[in-house]
């Protein structure tokens, strides 16, 4: 429960998007006292390129104890976990598909180093970092992001990890590895690569114009990415936002890291990918009435849409 | 994969709303050739009431066999199911919120007897009706909804049912049952009830303004409602609608019949139930992303809210 965060649920419906608020952008350089709480920067020139503070109305809070408990029948415990929000750039205009290389390096380095450090802290057992852009249900245009800790296996990726570790018990294999090897050789659903990664329209994808970036060569930490592999990601990211713009007119859109327990077990299950899908308004009263997702465009016909969106990069 | 569904995709993006369609309503009285492949109608008086078809763009079809068969690595079975489409009511107008009394009756009377048909399909595992309202991505005004059988036991039933199905071992009682009596004793997230059934706002509900409608008495099987019941339940359900509509400003909402297994198995855990959810527009990233759902309005505010926009029924 976010009480705090719904204050003005009702007039901010989808229908109606929210203006931009009247007040000053928290994110903006000259902006610093309304996040005074500092908890990493990343320095670019004299000035800072990346900063990342608490979220004011965190979904999880850092202090505290779960303190499972029963609430008569049900089960009630309190929100711990890290809820840190990304100031992505200094720059009050520019979004992730157009940041020039060396910066999404530096962001992808923060976002290593927040899972890095947040990995000392011995009750998270994992780290997404999560970017909206664009839609309604944003409250700010400048570009930021998520990065949370959660001391419980979320359910997706429960349902994530618990299908990996029954294709590894039969077949002693990395299901995402086979995925990508059969992605690859098929050929048919493959947006852009290079040597380390390949952008992807999943088989039988969940919603229309999924993309999935994944190193091509089995890593199950993201927070262990090295130096030289931080470029090629930083590519094929901007790349993909980059087609994402082009091909369905800047919709909106959510990025996802799933980065992989950070205890080091699963190690040769798990295997650390960015997931993305625009938000196209298709209907969503079967997916949340029975679960059956139902995708109008083929990944296919999507990657195709996407590879003549514009070169290749690189 | 449903291709034929998403013809027009980028051009029904959320942010922009879809005109109505300029041809003929296909679901208006005089327009039956639109969709001449009748499967029942319920009469009023001269004319019908209530009218049901097969979806012409279905999601599930009923002829054939699912082949299972391998792809690659992966699997893949054909979309075998039925997919019904209703005519809510002939007036072009009128939503459930304002349905009278009889029409409504009229309407659950058609859903009993769908279930009831369709359980003469062994094939069928679940019906679901599902009725969406008012949003971006319903092509039409006229109120319509869905009717939906599966051969298989889809994501979030299975769920469902696996909760109920462990409650049962532990304790041999239902736990939507138990669940029922718990909310009516804390009398914190009641909306509405009569003799037979109670609304209410589910403790720790994943959406704003969830609501579920729910037999008191325990009942597994929607397809074995009685003709005395039908009254009262059509009471809430107005009821509910009508206070969504009066309580936020007419949101587009989702609303769907969880009907129990056709089978009859389940029968002393399952509860049947009907769930229903504004579209609010809220955040759906954290959701997509982790599936941690994060609710901005706690159920208890809810119920009172849904409480006070209008005098209890009957």
């Not at 109606?16 to 009247?22: Q, V």
């Not at 570009?143 to 979320?154: D, E």
Request: proline share 9%.
């Amino acid at each position: 429960m976010a009480p705090e965060r719904g204050l003005d649920l009702v007039s901010r419906r989808a229908d109606s998007p929210l203006p931009e608020g009247s007040g000053p952008c928290p994110f903006c350089p000259g902006n610093e006292h309304l996040n005074p709480e500092e908890i990493a920067v990343a320095p670019d020139g004299d000035a800072w390129g990346v900063r990342v503070t608490p979220d004011k109305r965190p979904l999880l809070r850092i202090e505290g104890d779960p303190e499972r408990r029963a609430a008569g029948m049900f089960d009630v415990m309190n929100s711990i976990g890290a809820h840190e929000l990304v100031a992505d750039t200094s720059d009050h205009e520019v979004a992730w598909a157009d940041f020039p290389r060396a910066h999404m390096i530096r962001l992808l380095e923060m976002y290593r180093a927040r899972t890095v450090d947040l990995r000392g802290d011995r009750r998270f057992r994992h780290v997404f970092v999560l970017k909206n852009h664009g839609a309604a249900w944003s409250r700010y245009v400048h570009a930021h992001s998520h990065v949370i800790a959660t001391p419980f296996t979320p359910k997706r990726l429960e349902e994530e990890l618990a299908g990996a570790r029954e294709y590894h018990r039969m077949r002693e294999r990395c299901v995402f590895c086979d995925q990508l090897s059969e992605e690859i050789r098929a050929a048919t659903r493959i947006v852009a690569r290079n040597d380390e990664f390949v952008t992807f329209t999943p088989f039988a994808s969940e919603y229309p114009y999924e993309m999935w970036i994944a190193p091509v060569k089995h890593a199950a930490d993201f927070g262990t990415i090295t130096d030289a592999a931080l470029a090629p990601l930083a590519d094929l990211l901007v790349d993909a936002l980059a087609r994402l713009r082009d091909a369905l007119r800047n919709p909106p859109y959510s990025v996802v890291l799933h980065a992989g327990p950070l205890d080091g077990s699963d190690r040769a299950e798990f295997h650390w990918h960015w997931e993305i899908v625009p938000h196209l308004g298709h209907e969503l009263g079967m997916e949340w009435a029975t679960g059956i997702f139902s995708n109008p465009v083929p990944p296919e016909d999507a990657a195709r849409l996407l590879v003549a969106a514009r070169p290749m990069p690189g």
